[in-house]
């Protein structure tokens, strides 16, 4: 069964500090996305990638980093968090492109003091 | 831009009551987009529950069924008979675009609460 995992689940960071949030698939889909979810908005695109190698800017990069060091694994990276980071991620994987069914994980709620 | 709007939740109704979820859609870019629903059951990822690409056309999946109505702009979630199952947030979202040029356009989400 196709399965997209998130970890961590939960995660509560300091302003300034490093945060890593990681997402294995083992759907051998060629894309992979990032998104963001809060209250009073839609999922908003951060980064996504069409492979190994690949990142891709989506419509909310700024304060972002991705990694696609393969094709299950895809890693967004804050390497300053803010409070305004504080949000439920998540990702998800798919083939073709965006019309074709998303593969999601379970999310990651992110808090940042 | 494309827009969707949804029904703002929460929605709370009891089981075996008829559920409608209202969608509608602002699509400037594209005639005919293709349009979704999906679904977050507590504790798991978004997953597909029904997609349309044909204006006029019907889709359905676990009991629920949404028209594509190009005239109202509209893609209305819609189940005869809730179960406490059902209980889950509902994404209603637009398609556009092909290969690169592709994208989803989301709407808020609806927050079902279906009471034994």
């Known amino acids: 069964e196709a399965a997209v995992t998130q970890s961590p689940r939960n995660k509560v960071a300091v302003t300034g500090g490093k945060v890593t949030l990681s997402c294995n698939q083992t759907n051998n889909h060629n894309n992979m996305y990032w998104y963001r979810q809060d209250t009073g908005h839609g999922l908003r695109l951060i980064h996504y990638?069409?492979?190994?190698?690949?990142?891709e800017k989506g419509d909310i990069p700024d304060g972002y980093k991705a990694s696609r060091p393969s094709q299950e694994n895809f890693s967004l990276i804050l390497e300053l968090a803010t409070p305004s980071q504080t949000s439920v991620y998540f990702c998800a994987s798919g083939d073709v492109d965006f019309q074709n069914t998303l593969y999601f994980g379970a999310g990651t709620r992110l808090s940042v003091l | 831009g494309d827009s969707v709007t949804q029904t703002e939740g929460p929605v709370t109704v009891s089981e075996s009551e008829s559920l409608i979820i209202n969608c509608t859609y602002s699509a400037t870019s594209i005639a005919y987009p293709n349009l979704f629903w999906y679904v977050r059951y507590p504790g798991e990822g978004l997953q597909l529950l029904l997609k349309v690409i044909t204006a006029g056309q019907k889709g359905s999946s676990r009991g629920f069924e949404a028209t594509y109505n190009k005239e109202t702009t509209s893609f209305h979630l819609q189940k005869a008979s809730v179960q406490e199952s059902d209980s889950a947030v509902y994404y209603c979202?637009?398609?556009?675009?092909?290969?690169?040029?592709?994208?989803?356009?989301w709407g808020l989400g609806t927050s079902l609460v279906v009471n034994p």
């Open positions: 990638s069409y492979g190994a190698g690949s990142t």
């Open positions: 979202a637009l398609g556009e675009g092909v290969g690169d040029n592709s994208k989803l356009i």
